[in-house]
């Protein structure tokens, strides 16, 4: 795993991501908005520095929400039908729908012929 520090313009914030390898410029990527949802960003650049502590060099990445994106939010904001009031993270929602146990697998028996 790598560490990649981000610099989001469209919040004006840093954070830190661990991901599988760096993203190139021009590619997309999915990051967690501060309100629990996710949202498609562009990169914009990739540098490498060198950390205070010996001969490693870490990547930065510099992002900006897609343009398809902001105009969603401004559009679901200003959706006077929506009932806003009644959204969750998708996490509470899925453990509605766990009981207090594991769940075991049944098996079928899906021979049909007359023995």
């Known amino acids: 795993m790598i560490e990649i520090e ?8 840093v ?42 060099w870490v990547p930065y990445i510099h992002v900006r929400m897609t343009p398809e994106e902001l105009k969603a939010i ?12 009644q959204q969750m ?4 929602f899925l453990k509605k729908f766990e009981g207090d146990y594991e769940h075991e697998t049944v098996r079928l028996n899906l021979d049909m012929s007359e023995d």
């Open 15 to 56: 954070h830190r991501i661990k991901a599988m390898c760096v993203p190139r410029i021009g590619e997309g990527i999915r990051l967690k908005e501060p309100n629990g949802q996710w949202a498609s960003y562009d990169i914009l650049d990739v540098w490498y520095q060198q950390a205070e502590f010996g001969e490693i």
């Open 74 to 85: 401004e559009m679901s904001q200003a959706n006077p039908l929506v009932d806003r009031g």
């Open 89 to 92: 993270p998708i996490e509470d």
């Open 6 to 13: 981000v610099q989001n313009e469209t919040h004006q914030d």
